[in-house]
């Protein structure tokens, strides 16, 4: 699995993972305030300049 971060005409991934029991955590080393939402998809292929897949989850980002 990705994790993407999608802005305004931009998008960044903060790396691929493996779930543990159902959990993962990802550091994270961006300015949170510039991306809109953030979409898990399901991508074999780490070295991808865009997500490549429908997401699999997807959430809005509370810019407050």
């Not at 990705?2 to 779930?19: H, S, Y």
Request: glycine share 6%.
């Amino acid at each position: 699995y990705q994790v993407w971060f999608l802005g305004e005409g931009q998008r960044w991934t903060a790396g691929a993972f493996v779930p543990d029991r159902g959990t993962v955590m990802v550091p994270l080393h961006t300015d949170m305030s510039q991306w809109h939402t953030v979409v898990i998809v399901d991508a074999p292929d780490e070295d991808t300049p865009a997500p490549t897949a429908s997401p699999l989850a997807r959430a809005l980002l509370d810019a407050s």
